[in-house]
């Protein structure tokens, strides 16, 4: 017993850190990858959500997104474009949504889920992870570029982009 919960202590520092400096991880799987990265942000929640659901202004604070068309909300429909593969357009549906709290946007080959934490008064920890896979992921997988990357960078603009407006409303 004793152990387990030197492994918890230990697991939640390593956590918090990662979450503090807004490192992505990748997890790697026969039928699947998962990538996740969280980071503290010096706003409120609703100051991140709002910027997480305004499909029109994401390409303006975003350097990972080249545009968003549709409205982001629950069981809408959004086409998005990446800098990861500009040629692609990426036909997503949005599945949850949990006024800032948690969103989710997926399509047939996976899932991203946006999640807002109340830290502290006036802060959040914002944490996104993406779940690609089936049954013939193997087939493609080597197809797919590497997320950590974009997720490390979309993190960071949302930080700026978030923290640039709370420190405007105060």
Known sequence: MKNLSLLIVIFFIATTAQAQNGKATTIKGKKFRETSVEIE??????????????????????????????????????KLKSTLDVKRTFKLKVTEFDLNKKMVWADKGGRRVYTLTKVSDGTVLFSMTERIGGFMFPL????????DQSFEQFAKDLKKEAEKISKTKE
């Open 41 to 78: 942000i010096n706003a409120s929640d609703a100051i991140v959500w709002k910027l997480l659901t305004n499909a029109q202004d994401f390409p303006v604070w975003n350097s990972t997104v080249v545009s968003i068309e549709g409205n982001i909300a629950l069981n809408e429909k959004i």
């Open 140 to 147: 493609y997988a080597s197809k797919i570029p590497p997320f």
